[in-house]
Nanobody, 126 residues
């Protein structure tokens, strides 16, 4: 059974840090790329970051460049999102999603991804 399970969310003050984890089961990171998306109340889900082991690529949306870092541990089949210098505008539910590397697509598009986790809440207070 394929599963993606996010954890690590919470409440943090502006300027603080959090590290999110996405544990994948039922497939390996060699075959699937992982992206982080977020959705704030009343807003559309947006792509935040992406990592692919197969072609060693990483992408970030402009608003998080220099603050967020994506990484992976293939031995643990886990992808991390280190979030530093958090801002109130980062408040959202964060989801991880898996893209089959045999059918690559636009990393920012929701339709690119085959599997989704249930999300973890990140709240940044001012």
């Amino acid at each position: 059974e394929v599963q993606l399970v996010e954890s690590g969310g919470g409440l943090v003050q502006a300027g603080g840090s959090l590290r999110l984890s996405c544990v994948a089961s039922g497939f390996t990171l060699d075959d699937y790329a992982i992206a982080w998306f977020r959705q704030a109340p009343g807003k559309e889900r947006e792509a935040v970051s992406y990592i692919s082991e197969s072609d060693q690529s990483e992408y970030y949306t402009d608003s998080v460049k220099g603050r967020f870092t994506i990484s992976s541990d293939t031995a643990k089949n886990t992808v991390y999102l280190q979030m530093n210098t958090l801002k109130p505008g980062d408040t959202a539910v964060y989801y991880c999603a898996a893209e089959s590397q045999s059918v690559p697509g636009d990393w920012t598009e929701l339709s690119t991804y085959e599997y989704w986790g249930r999300g973890t809440q990140v709240t940044v207070s001012s």
